[in-house]
């Protein structure tokens, strides 16, 4: 008996975003969530009832973050179960899969690592990369302001690149990882790991080791939170917390080099 899936959307990405063509295109039940995508218990109850089973992309309540370990676990995949068509999956839309699942333990850089290993080229990834981006949102004025930022930042660094401060003049909706992506896609193709310190004029984050992660947090007098290797600050970080985190992300970085954990 075919499963009576109803598929429940919030945040979108490019896996998402063709998972709700095959929805579409087959007449299958599902629903749309606005920001912050909330999806309450009693909803899901009434679909059980319903004889539904829920399926959940990017919910901020009720999702099922788990990994997911095989194609057949992944929305898309799922979504076209429903429309009854042959599911044929090729080595890199697998890849592909992974990597935008990986958001979950924020993976990312390990996850195009694998797509680069495969042999897929720079030139394809940055599409990959771009489209991504334009599904979740981001304009054109964002995409130029965060490769401005970037820019600037190389030019500071100078000829070693071991650590990145960018400064960039973009308001990020909240601390998700995805609304880093402007910045991180581009930092990953400067430096072979990415350990970068972005600072906005409402909120700053960090991306790299979890260790320096959680020091930072420590070193600022302010709110934050640490996330695998992702340290996320609440409110905008003063000068001296600035100068604080930037002194120590040096000292750090200059320390992993000397242990051959940057290369």
Known sequence: MKEKYYFVIGEKNIVVAETIKVLENCGAAFRLLEKPYIFTRDEEEKLLAQGFKPVYIGVSYRSDTAEYNRVEDSVLYKALQYAQKEFSVSDWQYMVMEYYLGRFHLDWSCNLRKLIAAGNTRKEILELQRKNREVLGFDEEAEKSAQNAVDE???????RKDFLVVKWNYQTENGDFENWLPILDRVFWIQNFVNVLIITPYD??????????FQIICHCSLTGCAAGNMAHFLYPLSEDDILRTVCFLKDESTTLRKEGLLW
Do not use: E
């Not at 930042?153 to 000829?159: E, F, M």
């Open 153 to 159: 930042a190389v030019n500071r660094a100078g000829r």
């Open 204 to 213: 700053a984050a960090y991306y790299g080791y979890g260790s320096i992660a």
